[in-house]
Each structure stands twice: as C-alpha cells, then as structure tokens.
C-alpha cells in the first residue's frame, strides 16, 4: 500500500518561510509527476505547484517567484519551498503524487499540512 506524509506546515508570519515536505513509501516503481495544491475553508483545492520526473515545474500566477518545488526522486519525496509568505497563502497544502506501480499508475494524496498565519 503506498502511503504520502506530509510534514513542515506551521505557524508563520509574513514574510516568513516554510518548507513542505512529502515523502511516499510503499512498492513503488517510480513517481510520474507531483503536484502541491492549496485549499482555503470552504474552497476548492487549487493548483500551486508541479513537477515531473523529469523535473518541469509549474507554478500558479499567485506564488511565482515565491514558491520552489523539488523533489529527490531516491527518497520519493517532493518538498515545497515557500518564502515571502503572504497572509493569503495561509491554508491546508496538500501533495498528490502520480504513482507508477508496476504497468500502471495511480493517484495518491497526502493528508494534509497546516499554515498558519502568527500575526
């Protein structure tokens, strides 16, 4: 069974700096994409942030500049680094990770990771 934990969200101020983290494990062959996504209470979850195997990204208009994805393709994990936080990025960040397992591929999400605005 594969299996994403997200960790590093947290209390933070504007201006300030978090790194997401989201590692997988379980039997897997290979991670074709990853993809950050926000969502505020009561909104869709939107797309922030993506990136390939082959390392592409994209970025929503609203954290370019802002925000890195990477990912350690050995440890099968996808970070997000988020600087210059703003007020309105305060939300529940979620990864979803585009799976190979065998022949096949499947979706798996992380459970979710808080930031908060400490002002």
């Known amino acids: 069974q594969v299996q994403l934990v997200e960790s590093g969200g947290g209390l933070v101020q504007p201006g300030g700096s978090l790194r997401l983290s989201c590692a997988a494990s379980?039997?897997?062959?290979?991670?074709?994409?990853w993809v950050w996504y926000c969502q505020a209470p009561g909104k869709q979850r939107e797309e922030v942030a993506a990136i390939t195997s082959g390392g592409s990204t994209n970025y929503a208009d609203s954290v370019k500049g802002r925000f890195t994805i990477s990912r350690d393709n050995a440890k099968n994990t996808v970070y997000l680094q988020m600087n210059s936080l703003k007020h309105e990025d305060t939300d529940d960040y979620y990864c979803?990770?585009?799976?190979?397992?065998?022949?096949?591929?499947?979706?798996?999400w992380g459970q979710g990771a808080q930031v908060t605005d400490s002002s």
């Open positions: 979803d990770a585009d799976v190979l397992l065998g022949l096949r591929t499947s979706d798996y």
């Open positions: 379980g039997i897997i062959f290979g991670i074709k994409r």
